[in-house]
């Protein structure tokens, strides 16, 4: 009986938040280590860094995530913005950064923290997947992992030290930067559950070509936050390993009409989707491949298709056309596979679909890996 009635109080304590920011005594860098974060316990006006300590790696020491955290002068809204939880997705951490430093707390009226790259051996790697010691080495797709798992594998757990001890209790909306993976990129496009009312206002603060309203894709942080009651959307920054100027002038634009929308920041807004022609869709059709060899794309990014519209050609070694890929509905080309060599079941093409209704099963979703 008294057991059962710890366990509970246990189990209640490991989901809440903490009532103070817990500094280990370490630096790294000269950078302050903390384990859990409550940014009321921050000065106002400045902007704050710490280096925040995750799962413990295969050798006993940490994995360690860099986080800013800009405390206006005077209490509001509290906006996170993520990148890195895929570690090839670089345009991302530009934005980040250049969001954060373009800010002067002491003219701020609320908050805004910044993780400057959630998947550390992912973005030393310059690749989508953390690899676990796990039968001599696992890959993890770390945007399958949230909100995590306390006694998870490293990653797991990894997911679960952030959301529970870093962003809950800490955060009132939130952004999730990616682009599309390495052999692939991605139209200027958003990620964002159907049925959040605020999170699809956050989504046309962004000046995006294509938003896609999602069914919540299980494990990804934008799915998790949206459960966890934080609105929040997924970015992708267009293509992967390369900071492409436009493609991070894009996250800065809308990350700072999310900071003025929240009365951050006074305005006026940057450019929005409503400056866009904003094409948005409830469903996503991947073409794969359907043969081994190499492939000529016969569309661009961004391009209005039609079903049945080849979109494009594969070729043998001798240079034969072996398979000619069509689009499987109307839609836009939302993203296009880069790697010309391409085996069977790679990506080719993904198109945007806008359906009168996806009830009934009349949407797949695609097979994209957020
Ligand atoms: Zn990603």
Redesign the pocket.
Known sequence: MIKTILAAIMGLSAGSVAAATVYTGDKIQGVPVISQLDVTDLAPGQTHRFMFRSAETSIGQYWYVPVMVAKGATPGKRVLLVAG??GD?LNPIAAVQETLTSLDPARMSGTVIGIMGASTPGLQGITRTWTINDLGGAQINP?RTWPGRENGNTVERHSWLIMNHLIKGNVDAAIDH?TG?TGTDFARFIFVFADSAESVTLARLFPVDQIMLDPGYPGTLEYALVQAGIPALTTELGGSRTFVPEMVKLGVDGNTNVLVHYGIIPGPLRPTSADTDVFIGNDLESVNGAAGGFVTALVKLNQAVTKGQPVAVQRNAFGDIVHTYTAPADGRVAILGTDAATERGGAIATILVKRDSCAGKQCDYGDVD?
């Open positions: 939880v895929h997705e945007n990616h993976g957020e």
